[in-house]
């Protein structure tokens, strides 16, 4: 995959804003937001018809601003509404039987949390990994044990060009320092979704990671 995608890459579920997800959402787009996936879990989430018609309405806005449209987990809802791609988690579906059923085209990310993990994604042909979580974060319950910039590198060293998006925790103030430990941008779902501007939010992360790529 095209790495500049992982810049800005935000996540948004339905329960991860008190106000409209689709405003949300276009307003991170109208932003600079990179890559989008679509990541309903947890208290209250959607399911079922309801799950679909956000999943769609999601995927036809960021198709209007040229953004990728990725799903969390659900294969079967990614097929049926023709995202661009999945992220599946350690705990879903392996690469390999996802492969088997979704389009060749399709980007797959995979979440790492150890060299492990990292190096095993890499061998399975994901198209990218989300290292994390980096910092401690309130918005996934079952989130691991942080394991800051240091493991983020640790992580780089060991998977030569594999893109890497870092996620968890992640506020403005870490993109450099999380793309000099060898992030190729940064995933975020409240420093974005629970912003009182989405817009410049996500507009500045944007400019965070460009000055980066300047400075290489
Ligand atoms: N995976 C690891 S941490 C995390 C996920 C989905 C949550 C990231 O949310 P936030 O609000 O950017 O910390
Ligand atoms: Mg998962």
């Known amino acids: 995959m095209e790495r500049n995608l992982l810049q800005v890459y935000f996540i948004l579920g339905s329960n991860n804003t008190e ?8 307003e991170a787009l109208k932003g600079g937001v990179t890559l989008f996936q679509f990541r309903e879990k947890g208290h209250s989430a959607l399911q079922g018809e309801d799950k ?66 990292a190096v095993q994604a ?9 290292v994390g979580p980096i910092y401690s974060t309130n918005t996934k319950e079952d989130a691991k044990k942080p394991i800051g910039a240091e493991g983020l590198q640790d992580i780089r060293k060991r998977v030569g060009d594999l ?35 989405p817009q410049t939010t996500a507009g500045t992360f944007l400019n965070h990671a460009n000055y980066f790529a300047r400075m290489q």
Request: glycine share 10%.
């Open 19 to 26: 106000g409209d997800p689709l405003y949300v959402l276009e």
């Open 52 to 117: 679909k018609q956000l999943a769609m309405q999601m995927k036809e806005l960021c198709h209007l601003y040229h953004v990728p449209f990725l799903v969390n987990d659900d294969i079967e809802l990614a097929l049926e509404i023709e995202a661009d791609g999945v992220h599946v988690g350690q705990d879903d579906m392996s690469i390999d039987e996802v492969r088997k059923v979704i389009p060749n085209n399709w980007v797959v990310g995979v979440s790492s949390t150890k060299i492990k993990e």
């Open 163 to 197: 893109p890497i998006v870092a996620i968890g925790g992640i506020h403005l103030g870490h993109v450099i320092r999380l793309m000099q430990a060898g992030a190729d941008g940064v995933s975020v779902i409240s420093a974005i979704s629970q912003s009182v501007n």
């Open 122 to 130: 890499k061998k399975d042909g994901a198209d990218y990994i989300g």
